[in-house]
């Protein structure tokens, strides 16, 4: 492979490409669905390509093709060149990379089971398994179940001697149980919504989540959501739990702190961030119990943004976003780490496939755990009148990440320390530093999961990317509740 | 690109590598360029060259379903193995129907079914457009933003695509397109406007058009004033009206209805939108897209999805269709036909209408007309960040972005800080008091399609934002 790479960066640094980049990926797929009792999708997939992206005139040129062969390498390689030269035509100022030291290194997922080396057979009779479960509570009326598994190995060779090698793998699996009655959808999911939970691990995910052994409780649930009453609206406290917190972390902190967006770069599609240059180290972003980092090293845990180089062949690096509550970090790239008076990438550059150009991406952006002992009942216990909410349901934030709402599957009322009713369509919102400056609660180490958010889109094209959030039920104080039903 | 000729060649081989009772092989394939701009300059260009074939193999009611995108004897064969293994494994489905002749994909006349033909959608001039040439169109845009003092962001690309589709019951299909799109944002100190337009032909794209108009709705929404959230009329435009719209057609769909998951659930026969609402699902319309057959091949049927208000029908693939007919929703669910919707197989999602057309009004009028004829509302020029709330009542929520404006007396007055909306689409649709003339009309947040704007009475704003 590093022969194929050195064809392209031949070509293009002979063309004047000043800076050139390959990237060789080979791409494996399964995805396996049951709804009903019968198996929904059964599919694999595997793909493999290579991109050369180069800097010439000051300006990038991107281009990527199937074909492998020298003499499709050597015209993909002079295609980028060529598209570099187009871009240099619409330019302010040159293209300036911060140096990184070229590396050659091997790194692959720390996995314990291969999970294409377990049978589709034992795969397909887990997901009846649930599915059964889910079906024997009376009242379900659709259910569905699913495991993804990906495999994608790739060869970065760059014009400046950096050589990796890097195979990673991620696997995922979820199950959703719908109830409709009474002109009225209700459903529950497990172990979270929009497809369960997901890692950068092998089999042994699967193993932990113990799938079957809440399918019936979740049913359960599903069923008595109809029986609950709506969720009242006004100014409550909150207790998210680690998964809907997760993606508010990802929303209201990960997406603002991208440098591209904040640098307009994003303008067109994703929108812009209200985290101006000026607010680095000068915004109260939380309370002072708020510490977030984006870390995609392994020791942060089996996040689906953890890996050991970014796609610009940047290690893996932990950077401190928020530190007792002050703006502290950006995630950024070598193109844009100068802008914020870094020396240094971020190591954030990642790119959804081979024939997709790498942009800053969220690694494992995560909240970090209260450092007291403390867990959701004790949590629960010391909230006087509130709603605890679990389970994404819906979610929406404006173009500059300012406001948010967010709906979850259910809620329980707590009255005096304790959960005295279910309660259905729970919502929340409000303005992010509002939300992040009521937060005086977080539970410890214990509860504290790394959820993975599998479908983040950005880009033009847009690209969809897997990122990390670790998060453990927390408490946020006088928060807007129930707006999502009023008067629609 | 690959040619029809050599597709069927490595439909030939992967047929002499299979040993399933039926096979069944889609090949997709794409050239793709676009060059992207933010602050006035030409930030990420790319292109790529890419193609996919699928192969589905069936045993005894059994099917599944592998790619790769080598064509090489090896890579044939390691796929179809893949698919034959996968298949093998599955429990048998006595639903899955046998692969569709050419003839049960075309449509027969005698069954009252025609064939759908759709008019070309490739052109060469799209197809050979440069990126010299995009870097031309990218540098008068910016001359637009720097002329009125703005920041401009945004894409112009462009693509030639095919779709092709073999089965072993002779069945053969292929379909080639072309698209360019242009979307431009235009930035302000404290306001941005937004247009957006594709087209396989790339002639009728108009971007210094589209570029003064972003900029002019930055320049008019310049120091936006805070109105406080609540019930207004609203003013749609187009892409705003599709985005929301969007949201609503994947309960179009026998499978959704036969999972008991789609808001037309018990719905269907009845008013359930205003009179003045009738919609079409029609791949044969000439400001439509796509390609005219479905997952299966079969060919796309033209259907009133509803009329006067009256939600008609819904649309169905094969199976779903014969599944819908032994179902205790027969009876309520008007006709039940295959309607080449399906998506390939095999799935979950079943089908959905991809070619939403909305009719003409019978008084269309235009945007100035409803702005003149509006004592106090909201023109909008697009939503963001859509997302349902309630899967049956279909309350979704967003935000207005790029273009949020006043309008009171019947003018536009200024620019207004963005609105959270949750506004349940039943509602909206039963509650609307103009329209245009519908327009091809392209978004983020749905698929393109050709709709009107819409004057809407009572839209639900729940907040304001900082901007």
Not at chain 1, 301 to 321: N, S
Not at chain 1, 350 to 378: C, D
Not at chain 2, 167 to 178: A, F, K, P
Not at chain 2, 322 to 331: L, V
Request: glycine share 8%; charged share 20%.
């Amino acid at each position: 492979m590093k022969e194929i790479a050195s064809w392209a960066l031949n070509v293009a640094t002979m063309r004047g490409a000043s800076y050139a980049d390959a990237r060789i990926v080979g791409q494996r797929s399964r995805a396996l669905t049951t709804k009903s009792g019968k198996v929904g999708s059964a599919s694999d997939a595997e793909s493999a390509g290579m991109s050369v992206r180069v800097l010439s005139n000051g300006a990038w040129g991107f281009a990527a093709s199937e074909d492998l062969s020298r003499t499709g390498v050597e015209a993909t390689a002079a295609r980028a060149v060529e598209i570099a030269r187009a871009s240099a035509q619409v330019k302010q100022k040159d293209v300036l990379l911060a140096p990184e030291k070229p590396v050659l290194a091997e790194w692959t997922t720390p996995h314990v089971i291969d999970p294409f080396s377990i049978s589709v057979e034992q795969n397909i009779a887990l997901l009846l398994n649930i599915d059964s479960e889910l079906r024997a509570v009376a009242g379900i009326t659709l259910a569905e179940t699913n495991l993804n598994f990906n495999r994608e190995e790739q060869w970065f060779v760059s014009s400046e001697g950096t050589d990796i090698h890097q195979t990673k793998y991620s696997a995922g699996a979820g199950y959703a149980a719908y109830v409709f009655a009474d002109n009225e959808i209700q459903k529950r999911s497990y172990p979270n919504s929009y497809g369960g939970q997901w890692q950068n691990r092998g089999y042994e995910l699967i193993d932990e989540l113990k799938l079957v052994e809440n399918a019936r409780r979740i049913a359960e649930e599903a069923v008595a959501l109809h029986r609950a009453e709506q969720c009242p609206e006004g100014a409550f406290d909150i207790i998210l739990d680690s998964s809907q917190l997760g993606l508010q972390i990802h929303e209201s902190i990960g997406h603002p702190i991208e440098l591209d967006r904040v640098l307009g770069m994003e303008a067109n599609f994703a929108g812009t961030s209200f985290l101006t240059l000026d607010k680095l180290r000068t915004l109260r972003y939380g309370s002072e119990i708020v510490n977030v980092v984006a870390d995609a090293r392994q020791e942060h845990g089996p996040g689906l943004g953890t890996f050991g180089f970014d796609d610009e062949g940047v290690p893996a690096q932990c950077t401190p976003i928020i530190t007792n509550g002050l703006f502290t970090g950006y995630l950024s790239s070598r193109e844009t780490a100068h802008t914020i008076g870094e020396n240094r990438s971020g190591g954030t550059l990642r790119a959804e496939g081979w024939n997709r150009l790498p942009m800053i991406r969220m690694t494992n952006i995560s909240l970090l755990p209260g450092v007291k002992p403390l867990t959701l009942e004790q949590l629960i216990a010391s909230t006087d009148h509130g709603i605890l909410m679990q389970t994404n349901r819906s979610w929406s934030i404006d173009d500059r990440r300012y406001n948010f709402q967010f709906g979850c599957e259910i809620g329980w009322e707590i009255k005096h320390g304790k959960r005295v009713r279910m309660v259905k369509n729970p919502s929340y919102s409000g303005i992010t530093t509002e939300f992040w400056n009521s937060l005086d609660a977080i539970c410890s180490r214990d509860e504290w999961t790394l959820w993975g958010t599998p479908n983040c889109g950005k880009g033009q094209p847009q690209q969809v990317m897997g990122t990390g959030h670790g998060a453990a039920p927390s408490r946020f104080r006088g928060i807007k509740v129930g707006s999502a039903y009023k008067g629609s | 690109m690959l040619t029809r000729e050599q597709a069927g060649e490595i439909f030939d081989r992967i047929k002499k590598f299979s040993s399933a009772d039926e096979t069944e092989v889609l090949l997709s394939g794409c050239n793709f360029a676009l060059t992207r701009f933010a602050n006035n300059t030409i930030h990420q260009n790319v292109a790529d060259e890419n193609h996919s074939v699928s192969v589905r193999t069936v045993f005894g009611g059994r099917t599944a379903r592998a790619s790769t995108n080598k064509f090489d004897d090896d890579s044939l064969r390691r796929v179809v193995a893949s698919s034959e293994a996968l298949a093998k494994v599955q429990h048998p489905d006595p639903d899955l129907l046998s692969m569709p002749d050419s003839q049960e994909a075309a449509g027969s006349p005698s069954k009252g079914v025609q064939s759908t033909q759709v008019p070309s959608r490739h052109f060469e001039q799209t197809a050979a457009i440069t990126p010299q040439l995009r870097a031309a169109g990218v540098k008068k845009i910016v001359e637009v933003a720097q002329k009125h003092k703005l920041i401009t962001a945004g894409i112009f690309s462009s693509s030639e695509s095919l779709e092709g589709i073999f089965n072993s019951r002779g069945l053969s299909d292929w379909h080639t397109q072309t698209l360019a799109e242009v979307s431009i944002t235009m930035l302000g100190a404290d306001s941005s406007g937004w247009q957006k337009a594709n087209s396989p032909d790339v002639a009728k794209l108009d971007p210094l058009n589209l570029a003064e108009i972003a900029a002019k709705k930055a320049l008019d929404s310049a120091h936006p004033a805070e109105v406080p959230a609540g019930k207004y009329a609203v003013i749609l435009e187009p892409a705003a009206v599709l985005d929301i719209v969007g949201f609503m057609f994947w309960d179009y769909s026998g499978t959704a209805i036969l999972d008991e998951r789609s808001f037309l659930s018990g719905r269907i026969g009845s008013q359930l939108f205003g009179e003045n609402i009738t919609i079409w699902d029609d791949v044969t319309h000439p400001l439509q897209t796509g390609s005219p057959f479905d997952g299966e091949g079969m060919r796309r049927l033209t259907l009133p999805l509803v009329e006067n208000g009256v939600v008609k029908r819904v649309v169905y693939a094969r199976g779903t269709a014969a599944r819908m007919k032994k179902s205790e929703f027969k009876d309520k669910v008007g006709p039940v036909s295959a309607t080449g919707h399906g998506f390939a197989l095999p799935n979950e999602i079943g089908e959905m209408p991809l070619n939403i057309v909305f009719a003409a009004p019978q008084n269309p009028q235009t945007l100035d007309q409803m702005i003149a004829s509006t004592e106090r509302g909201v023109l909008v020029t697009r939503l963001w960040y859509i997302r349902e709330v309630d899967p049956y009542e279909k309350i979704v929520t967003g935000m207005t972005r790029d273009g949020t404006f006043l309008v009171e007396n019947g003018k536009v007055q200024r620019g207004l800080r963005n609105f959270r909306f949750n506004q349940s689409l039943i509602h909206m649709l039963s509650g609307v008091e103009a329209m245009s003339v519908p327009v091809r009309s392209s978004g983020e947040e749905s698929f393109d399609m050709v709709v009107p704007a819409m004057k809407v009475r009572d839209f639900n704003f729940t907040e304001v934002t900082k901007f």
